[in-house]
């Protein structure tokens, strides 16, 4: 069996490619070009290390939201509501009838 390294060749290269554009970009008169080789392999040594922080960030963002799905799912929902019977008096009831009435009944007259 073969064994895969763990620098994916085609991401360094193409990390490679950005940094000497960014360092060419900011090259300075005067500067040798093993000067400009060594500021691009600064370049790209950060641009990785950027990308190994944002995958393991996002690593972790990922395992954060499983977890919370997972937590989600193991809620209980309780099948049986409570039911809170409230009881209402008859003399508002009784009150607001009998004004109608009477207001109908002085109404007619």
């Known amino acids: 069996m073969a064994k895969y390294s763990k ?3 085609e991401a360094t290269e193409k990390n490679q490619e950005e940094a000497i554009k ?3 970009g900011t090259q300075k008169k005067g500067q040798t070009k093993e000067q400009t080789k060594l500021i691009a392999q600064g370049i790209q040594k950060g641009i990785e290390q950027y ?3 944002h995958k393991s960030k996002a690593r972790d963002l990922s395992k954060q939201l499983k977890s919370l ?3 989600k799912e193991n809620l209980v ?4 509501m409570e039911t809170i019977l409230v009881k209402q008096h008859w003399l508002p009831w009784v009150l607001l009838i009998s004004s ?3 207001f109908v009944f002085t109404a007619t007259r």
Do not use: G, Y
């Open 7 to 9: 620098r994916h060749p």
């Open 22 to 24: 960014i360092a060419r």
């Open 51 to 53: 990308k190994k922080q």
């Open 69 to 71: 799905e997972k937590s």
């Open 77 to 80: 929902e309780p099948e049986t």
């Open 100 to 102: 109608w009435i009477f």
